[in-house]
Structures are given as structure tokens and as C-alpha cells.
């Protein structure tokens, strides 16, 4: 008999108690283990909840809570708090359960090691993919594998948002506006659209996949929020469908751990995950190509991945399999193929002079297009602009960077150039 405790009885506090009380009887024919609900705790219970538990289920304090615990389930979210909640918990030896994203991304290692030391489990399952259970795949099914590269679509807002801007020619801000008055973005938007939630996600995936601790800090992260519909028109048209894409890839005992938009190939599986929904495709080198696809956010999805934790816990007597111990290396300068738009001059001689520069940097295009389509007259020189669009092969990061900046001070090119990397399986 295991007794849970819920710190935060909000979206995801309520989805745990109400499966907790609803599926009890399928846990126990499952596992044979009788898991039990036995206090919650929250700041405020004058709010509505979709799910009401019996009052005698509200704890009084922490150390009441504490006290009727096994297994202490942190849902408040945020970094401080919650790390002091967690910490005592483990210090009680209670086993603690969490979802956490921002805490794990930026103090995985610290609590793991925490957790090793007081002999407690400490699982987090719902901190990435909401109900799909990928911490699993990569800790248990997956890994006898080296892992080459994990893909993922780990944010449904964003998801959400450029899904509009494709299929419906929405505009950036409309289609935000129209996400947060769904729910499917938070008033403020920011960790979502600047692509700081996906790079919490992958963060930790990187470190289960490659078995050490990453440096937040060293993680390249780039939103969505300039992500423009010509940009979008363009990439369709050359076969491509935008997404916001976490990367961690291998390469020569260094990481990549990236949160970029992205282009990937129309046909691909991952560029048909639309909405809200979430998936992470995987290559191992036994395996190869594994997909998860799934509901990636919301109160009976993540709950359902917080309470296979609670499960785990209480079959393997909170015996955690993490390591975290080595730090990995991160590698900043990215391999890979590139998708570039200038605003050009229209007259002889533009396109020859961009791509001397990209051949002095050996990089080399895949294909051009150029479109009879004006982006505005320049007054000065009296001519048009119009979009010119280059893909490469394969190149670095730091190689492109600096042919771009040449690139921009030629006179023939008006406006910032836009670069957007392209990932392929
Ligand atoms: N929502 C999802 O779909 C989802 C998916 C995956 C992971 N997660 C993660 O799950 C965690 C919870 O998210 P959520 O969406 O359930 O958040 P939420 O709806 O805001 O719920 C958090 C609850 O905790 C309460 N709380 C805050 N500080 C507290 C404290 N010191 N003591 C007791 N209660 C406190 C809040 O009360 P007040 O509202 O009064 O502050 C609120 O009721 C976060 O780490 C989040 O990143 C969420």
C-alpha cells in the first residue's frame, strides 16, 4: 500500500487525484499494488476544479502532508519553491514524483543526486510529451541504444500556432491570439513562443539519452515569434512545412542540444504532427527510427504519465535508474542544411555575387528560387525588391554565419536576411 500526497491542486493536480481515485481498481489488477490518495494541499480551494475530492483529503500544511505520504506528487510549477518542496520531501525519504520541466532543466542533477542519497525514487515522466511516455522509452525499451539523434515537437502552443499559419494563411499574432483565447497558450506567452519551454524538454531528454548533465545555459534556443508567411509560402512551395523543433544529436563525442524553427521535408512523419499535439522520433543504432506521437499537454494526459511514475515507484521500491553524473560537451557549431531568404535588387549580376561568397565559405546550394513577386520598390535606386531564396547542402553553423554577414553588407541586398535551418531524418 503506497499513500500519495499532491503539492498543487491545479490543471494537473486535479487530472492526478481524479485517475488516482477513478482507476484504483485497474492499478491494483494491474500491479497488485494498492495505491492510495490520501492528502493534497493547495494555496487557495475557494477556485472551481473540474475534479472535487472529499475535504478530508485537504492537508492542513507541508509537514501534514508529509506525514500522510509515501510518494509526494510536486504540481505547483516554477523553480524555487518547488525545488524546497522536493528537497524536504527527499530529506523526510519520501519518494517524490514531479513535472516540472523548469526545475529539471535547470536542477535535474542536483535533485537526482539528492534523491540517490536519501534512497528515495524521484521520477518525472510529465515534464516532457505530457502523456506520452518517452522518459520511459529512453531509460528502459530504448536503452541498450546509442542514441544518434532525437527529434522532437515538444511544445503544442507553437505546434499549434504555425499549424494555423500553414494551413490557413494565418498571420503570426492572429493565430497567438487565437491560441490563448482556446487555452492552448498562456496569457504570457514568452517560454512558449521563444521556444524556452521545448529547450527545457530536450534538455532533459539530451541528458537521459547521453547519461550526464547539460548546461542549460549552453542550449542554442530560437523562437517562433519572427516567423513570417512568406517564409512559411516559400518552404511549401519548395516541399518543406515549418515546425518548432528540439535536436539532440551526437557528433563526434560532442552534443547538439537545439530549439530552432525548422523545415522538414513534407513527406516526413513529423511534419504531418499538427495542433497541439506533440511527437519525438528517435534513432538509435539498433532500433533505428522509433516514433512517439501523442497529447503532449493537459490535465488527464500528464496525469496519466504522473501516476505511471507513482506506479514505478511502488514496483521497484523507488529505485531510480538515472545517471547525471558526467557533464556533457556541447557542441555550438551545428551541422547542417540551411534555408536562407534575401530581399534583393532585381538586376543582372545578384545572384552571382551572393553565391561567391557562400562558395568562398564552402557551402554549397542545393537550389534557388527566385519569385516575380515584389516585396516593395527601393526609392533610392528606384528598383525592385523581391524575395531570393537559397538552400544548402550540408554546412557549419559558424561557416554560414559568416558568409551571411557578407552577404548582408552587399549593396544589393536590402533587408536582414532570414536563415532557417533545415532537419532531415
Ligand atoms: N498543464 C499541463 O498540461 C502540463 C503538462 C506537463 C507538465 N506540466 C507541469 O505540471 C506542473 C503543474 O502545472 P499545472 O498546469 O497543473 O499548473 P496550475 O494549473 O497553475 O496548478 C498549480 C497549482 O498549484 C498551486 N500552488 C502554487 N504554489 C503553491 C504552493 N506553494 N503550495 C501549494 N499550492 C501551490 C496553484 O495555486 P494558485 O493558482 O492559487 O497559485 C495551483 O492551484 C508545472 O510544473 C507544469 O510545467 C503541466
Not at 106 to 132: C, M, N, P, R, W
Not at 255 to 275: C, D, T, Y
Request: hydrophobic content about 40%; glycine content about 8%; some cysteine.
Amino acid at each position: 500500500m503506497y499513500r500519495v500526497g499532491i503539492v498543487g491542486y491545479g490543471t494537473v493536480g486535479s487530472g492526478v487525484a481524479e485517475l488516482l481515485i477513478k482507476n484504483k481498481d485497474v492499478i491494483k489488477e494491474k500491479t497488485g499494488i494498492d495505491i492510495s490518495l490520501n492528502a493534497v494541499l493547495d494555496k487557495d480551494w475557494t477556485r472551481e476544479r473540474p475534479f472535487n475530492i472529499d475535504d478530508n483529503l485537504r492537508a492542513n500544511s507541508f509537514e501534514d502532508l508529509l506525514d500522510k505520504s509515501d510518494i509526494v506528487v510536486e504540481l505547483i510549477g516554477g523553480v524555487n519553491i518547488a525545488k524546497d518542496i522536493i528537497e524536504k520531501a527527499m530529506e523526510n525519504k519520501k519518494h517524490v514524483v514531479s513535472a516540472n520541466k523548469h526545475l529539471l532543466a535547470l536542477h535535474g542533477k542536483e535533485l537526482i543526486e539528492k534523491a540517490y542519497k536519501y534512497g528515495v525514487g524521484f521520477e518525472f515522466e510529465a515534464s516532457v510529451g505530457g502523456g506520452i511516455p518517452i522518459i520511459k522509452a529512453l531509460k528502459e525499451g530504448l536503452v541498450a541504444n546509442r542514441i544518434n539523434y532525437i527529434h522532437g515537437i515538444l511544445n503544442g502552443t507553437t505546434n499549434y500556432i504555425l499549424t494555423r499559419m500553414l494551413d490557413d494563411g494565418m498571420d503570426f499574432d492572429i493565430a497567438l491570439k487565437e491560441a490563448q483565447s482556446l487555452g492552448y497558450a498562456e496569457q504570457d506567452p514568452t517560454f512558449d513562443i521563444e521556444g524556452i519551454d521545448a529547450a527545457h524538454k530536450i534538455t532533459i531528454l539530451a541528458s537521459i539519452a547521453y547519461g550526464g548533465h547539460i548546461n542549460f545555459k549552453d542550449v542554442y534556443i530560437e523562437g517562433i515569434s519572427n516567423i513570417n508567411l512568406l517564409d512559411v509560402e516559400l518552404g511549401r512551395e519548395l516541399g518543406y512545412t515549418i515546425k518548432l523543433l528540439a535536436v539532440a544529436k551526437s557528433t563526434n563525442n560532442e552534443l547538439e542540444v537545439r530549439v530552432h524553427p525548422a523545415f522538414i521535408k513534407s513527406q516526413e512523419q513529423m511534419s504531418k504532427v499538427s495542433g497541439v499535439y506533440n511527437a519525438i522520433l528517435i534513432d538509435g543504432d539498433f532500433v533505428g527510427k522509433t516514433l512517439l506521437y501523442g497529447k503532449g499537454a493537459g490535465s488527464k494526459p500528464t496525469a496519466s504519465a504522473v501516476v505511471s511514475d507513482i506506479v514505478d515507484i511502488a514496483k521497484h521500491s523507488g529505485r531510480s535508474f538515472l545517471a547525471f553524473n558526467k557533464s556533457l560537451k556541447i557542441n555550438k557549431n551545428f551541422y547542417t542544411r540551411y534555408y536562407i531568404r534575401f530581399e534583393v535588387e532585381d538586376k543582372i549580376g545578384v545572384l552571382a555575387s551572393i553565391t561567391n561568397v557562400f562558395a568562398k565559405y564552402g557551402i554549397s546550394i542545393a537550389s534557388v528560387l527566385q519569385k516575380e513577386m515584389v516585396c516593395k520598390v527601393a526609392k533610392k535606386e528606384n528598383s525592385l525588391i523581391v524575395p531570393l531564396v537559397i538552400l544548402t547542402h550540408k554546412a557549419y553553423e559558424l561557416d554560414v554565419s559568416k558568409a551571411i554577414e557578407e552577404i548582408k553588407n552587399l549593396s544589393v541586398v536590402k533587408e536582414k536576411p532570414v536563415l532557417i535551418r533545415l532537419e532531415e531524418e
